[in-house]
Each structure stands twice: as structure tokens, then as C-alpha cells.
């Protein structure tokens, strides 16, 4: 009888111990959830990070610790970080539990490139009635140097509007007829970003005299020639 009772316990104990190791498996880590108040955006913009969503079941969440991709770190549940510098950055928060557990999720921050500021001057040019003018067969100089980057305007692009184009900061063009031209000046940085300004130029006046008179010419003082 006391071998059976022995027997039984030491089953009961063998049942106790596998109940007691299914609970031991059980992932009870914390889980690292957080949401981005904007994920792509071009620079200088600021990000708020909210890491409230993580949680830890049947327990607490002691450190948030976050970091932004860019060499910055910061901690806490909510936090912001400003993003100065264009790229892609890799936005990573850990959290720990009371028990000294930690996991970690990421999310990717696209920071873009600000396109540059295209903007144009061009002279000679005078004012009749209000409106701009520029003569027929006159030299232009159209100067974009006023156009502003964060960074370098590696290229000026022109379109005159007429048919032609140029290159360059500073160029010249003249128009051969009168009419309303729209002249656009696009503008790439050094980051691929480009922008465009467009301005109409009012040219006045007839074309230019290209007549190439040879030969004997006889001028006639009224009357009809014999």
C-alpha cells in the first residue's frame, strides 16, 4: 500500500513539474509597438514618436529608449526629434521590462532633399504703360546667380520660348520679332532637386532690316521714268 501511495505521488509531481515548465516557455517579453506623427518629409521637419502602444503582458514597462538614425538618442514613452539632412533613416525603440527583458521594432524616416529657388533677372529693358519692354534685335542679359540652394545649383537651364535654349548663370539671347515670350529657368541642385521660374518678356518692334542691295540703283526725282 505504501509503495502505491509513493507511486502516486511522485506521478502527481512529475504532473506539477510539466504544468510548472509550460508556464516557464512562455514568452512574456515585453513588445515594442510605437507610431510616427510623419514618416517622409523635407527638411528641417520635426517627428513626434509616441511609444505608448508598446506593452507587456502581466507586466510593466520601465525604459523606452529611442534612436533616430542620424547619431541622436533620446528616452522616454513620447518624444520629438528634428530631422536637418536629407536620407533615409532607420528610427529603432527598445523597450525593458521590470524583469530586465527587451525587444525592439524600427521604423524607416525618409528626410527629402528641399528642391532649390529658381529666380531670374534680365536687362535692358523699360517701362511703357506699365508693362516691361524690350526691343526687337536687342541683346538680353538674363542673370540667374539670383536663385538660392541649401546646398550648390550645379546646373541653369534656359528656355527663351522662342524655339532656342542656353546654359549657364548669366546668359544673353535677343529676339528677332516683337511678341509675349515666356522664358523659364530651371534650376538643378546638387541633390537632383530642381525647381522653375518663368517670366514673360514683351518685346516691341519690327524685325531687323536684312535687305542686301548689288547692282546699279536709279533714283527717280518724281515723274515716271523715260
Known amino acids: 500500500m505504501r509503495a502505491a501511495r509513493f507511486c502516486l505521488l511522485i506521478g502527481a509531481a512529475i504532473l506539477v513539474a510539466v504544468s510548472l515548465s509550460g508556464c516557464l516557455v512562455k514568452d512574456t517579453r515585453p513588445e515594442a509597438l510605437f507610431t ?102 536687342e541683346w538680353i542679359t538674363f542673370d540667374g546667380t539670383e536663385s538660392t540652394d541649401d546646398g550648390e545649383v550645379l546646373a541653369y537651364d534656359w528656355n527663351f520660348g522662342d524655339g532656342t535654349t542656353d546654359s549657364g548663370p548669366v546668359v544673353q539671347h535677343r529676339y528677332l520679332y516683337p511678341g509675349t515670350y515666356n522664358v523659364v529657368l530651371t534650376v538643378t541642385d546638387n541633390d537632383g532637386g530642381k525647381s522653375n521660374y518663368v517670366e514673360r518678356v514683351t518685346i516691341v518692334g519690327g524685325p531687323p532690316c536684312n535687305a542686301d542691295i548689288t547692282g546699279d540703283v536709279t533714283w527717280y526725282n518724281g515723274g515716271e521714268p523715260e
Do not use: C, Q
Not at 74 to 94: A, F, I, K, Q, W
Not at 114 to 134: I, L, Q, R
Open 36 to 137: 510616427a506623427s510623419v514618416a517622409e518629409h523635407v527638411v528641417p521637419f520635426t517627428v513626434s514618436f509616441d511609444g505608448t502602444p508598446s506593452y507587456k503582458p502581466n507586466g510593466e514597462i520601465v525604459s523606452y529608449l529611442w534612436t533616430f538614425g542620424d547619431g541622436a538618442a533620446d528616452s522616454g514613452p513620447v518624444v520629438e526629434h528634428t530631422y536637418v539632412e536629407d536620407g533615409v533613416y532607420e528610427v529603432r525603440l527598445t523597450v525593458t521590462d521590470e524583469e530586465g527583458y527587451s525587444t525592439s521594432s524600427t521604423l524607416t524616416v525618409h528626410a527629402l532633399n528641399p528642391p532649390p529657388k529658381a529666380e531670374f533677372s534680365y536687362a535692358p529693358k523699360s517701362n511703357m504703360e506699365g508693362e516691361y519692354v524690350v526691343g526687337a534685335s
